[in-house]
């Protein structure tokens, strides 16, 4: 089972990025999917997640308005769209898939799958 993340690199404040995020090895279409960073120094975090069917989401307060986390089942595939991004959103960037498929935790416990992370960085 693997999740692959990518779409990350280098944008000047205020620009975008797409991340996506695959998995193989199984299908997570039944289960809730979810963002986290970490930023050097700190503590991974959770940015967003959406449940199996897309009809609930969540976000962290720092980035609601501005990133939307949305999904494809038939491609096992999740996506953040990250808008007016600000240097402060520099961090790694993990896709997971939990255990969940309706409830949107913010946890790093509630997810059991992790992709292996891609570095965006905002220059201002």
């Known amino acids: 089972v693997q999740l692959q993340a990518s779409g990350g690199g280098l944008v000047q404040a205020g620009g975008s990025l797409k991340l996506s995020c695959v998995a193989s090895g199984r299908t997570f279409s039944n289960n809730v999917r979810g963002w986290f960073r970490q930023a050097p120094g700190k503590e991974r975090e959770f940015v967003s997640g959406?449940?199996?069917?897309?009809?609930?989401?969540d976000y962290a307060d720092s980035v609601k308005g501005r990133f939307t986390i949305s999904r494809d089942n038939a491609k096992n595939t999740v996506y953040l769209q990250m808008n007016s991004l600000k240097p402060a959103d520099t961090a790694v960037y993990y896709c997971?898939?939990?255990?969940?498929?309706?409830?949107?935790?913010?946890?790093?416990?509630?997810?059991?799958?992790w992709g292996q992370g891609t570095q965006v960085t905002v220059s201002s």
């Open positions: 997971a898939a939990s255990r969940s498929n309706v409830r949107v935790g913010r946890l790093i416990s509630e997810y059991d799958y």
């Open positions: 959406i449940s199996w069917s897309g009809g609930s989401t």
